[in-house]
């Protein structure tokens, strides 16, 4: 905690007001609270990797040691981002450079003295923003300056930049903004991995900026040219997926000037509930919090796929290790190359949605089809083909598509062995193996285990049966069906459970930090430029990292002492075994 300054007496009448309000709100630093700081910014590392990238550009040694070193900056910044929810604010982080620290602290940070007045206040906030504006420009991936520009003057400077060299500032703001973010997490890093199975949901959420957008027919850009519109139309979702929808989209329209941030955020899976019930509240009292592990910033409705790679890259570059991912239809309607091929390769199992015009058959392989995500036998029933289709069509109602869709679980085939090092799957036909789920006159062995299994009517062809059905098991390549392919079938509870508690967590820690550290909100983060809105977030996503973090361990059983607070309350889960796309069937009653 810090402690209240006593400024010294001053001609009020003479100073102005917004001086006078720098000093009412100062509180001198603790040497304990200044120690923190300083091990947060040595835990991240980022303080080297920005000296080596401002010596690489300095074109000579010539010049000034700079009066704010990038360690005071970034221990200042730390500070005014424990005491304001996550916001940096460079004049209160010069106010505590100038007059908020210890003696002891301003000799280890080699500050010079600034005299408490307008001209010393203006010395301080001159070289911090100095320091800052060096920082940020050496991981800047734009070449814009951050002013009001022609268009042609725009586009001349587009064109006239090195690819090369952007892309490498690219990496250094992602590398930047996440050892930041991972510095609010590591020294919780062990209880983390015990209590977490690598499970994590991807999001994209819009950020303003606090520049004004200008209409693209304006022969100007805006004075924040990196950033651009986001407009949501609708209701955000499948109008055909929305329970009780007429068949048109809601009347909705948003509208904002600024970027997108995608979040990769920690879920919490567990074994499928049985018996069609949830676990009980205290089953996930130990489960880890809702915690952004990454992240990147971007123009919105720029690349969803490519952001998303690579903030799981940085993920993966840290050590964690991968599990489930979910991720909306944004993600699962890119092109394989850009998200699922790379997020199989680093050991993600992704699960997802489908678009009303994504259901029923996707990809066929050697007589096999794949079925909203699932391989199934090429002789399964026609109704069972499009339940979900016809459910959202109003062909059937919700009992039928509960039935429908548990009756088909028989024909899938299912996986012989685990994939091998090529990620290629062995695949049985469901007739086939010792415990058959189908009987088929192709595969004699299945006939005859019990009036239970459906019987599979064959469709005589002049080619003769599929390959499928010919062999008793089929090779799939990883990349076959991988656009549409998932682990668990949708629609059932395992892919209710695990779809929804990971799509609810990065929904809920987006709520979070737009609640309490206003991630939304211009007014939290007023420099210009993609590099320093990055920057400035990363200190707001780990301020709201601490916090949950902080809350959480407080509810552990913690080297042999009780925990000190309790779990909040949970809300009642419901059964994922009642869910349908358009909503829980109703809970029986005694009477039917």
Known sequence: MTTPHTPRPHDRAATPLWLNQLRERRQS?????????????????????????????????????????????????TLDSWRNQGRVVLAETADILAHQLTPAARTQLALPTWPDDVNGFESAYLAVRRAFHAAEAVMDPSPLPKHRLTRAEARHLEQEGDPEQLAARRRLLVEITNRILEASLAPARPVIEEFWDGSAAVDATPVRTFSRGVSTTSPHTSTDPDAAFYVREGNHRDPASTPGHTGKPKKARRILYGYEATLVVTGATSTTPRGGTPPPAHADEQRVPALTLGFTLHKPGHDPAGNAITALRDISRRGYKPGWLAADRAYNAAKPEAFHIPVRD???????????????????????????????????????????????????????????????????????????????????????????????????????????????????????????????????????????????????????????????????????????????????????????????????????????????????????????????????????????????????????
């Open 346 to 592: 680093l050991g993600y199992r992704p699960i997802w949605d489908y678009r009303i015009d994504q259901l029923g058959i996707q990809e066929s392989h050697a007589g096999a089809l794949l079925i909203d995500g699932t391989w199934y036998c090429p002789n399964l029933p026609q109704p069972l083909i499009t339940p979900t289709a016809d459910l959202l069509g109003k062909k059937i109602d919700q009992a039928t598509w509960h039935a429908r869709i548990h009756a088909r679980a028989a024909y899938r085939l299912r996986p012989k062995a685990a994939p091998d090092h090529h990620g290629a799957r062995r695949m049985l036909c469901p007739a086939a193996g010792t415990h058959p789920t189908v009987a088929c006159p192709l595969k004699t062995r299945s006939l005859g285990r019990g009036h239970h299994l459906p019987v599979i009517d064959i469709t005589p062809t002049p080619a003769g049966p599929p390959e499928i059905c010919r062999r008793q098991s089929l090779t799939f390549a990883r990349d076959t069906g991988i656009r549409y392919w998932q682990e668990l079938d949708h629609g059932l509870a395992p892919w209710v459970h695990h779809y929804f508690r990971l799509r609810n967590r990065v929904e809920h820690f987006n709520g979070y930090a737009k609640d309490h550290e206003a991630i939304e909100r211009s007014r939290t983060r007023r420099i210009r430029g993609i590099a320093a809105q990055s920057l400035l977030l990363s200190f707001q996503l780990a301020h709201a990292n601490h916090r949950k973090l902080a809350a959480w361990l407080d509810t552990l059983q913690t080297n042999g002492l009780p925990a000190r607070r309790r779990p909040s309350n949970r809300h009642t889960l419901k059964s994922p075994h009642r869910w349908t796309p358009n909503g829980y069937l109703p809970n029986p009653t005694p009477e039917n």
């Open 29 to 77: 630093v603790r040497a304990a609270d200044f120690t923190r700081a300083r091990q947060f910014v040595d835990r991240s590392g980022v303080i080297p990797l920005l000296h080596h990238a401002q010596q690489r550009a300095r074109k000579s040694p010539a010049g000034r040691t700079r009066t704010v070193s990038l360690n005071a900056l970034f221990i200042a910044m």
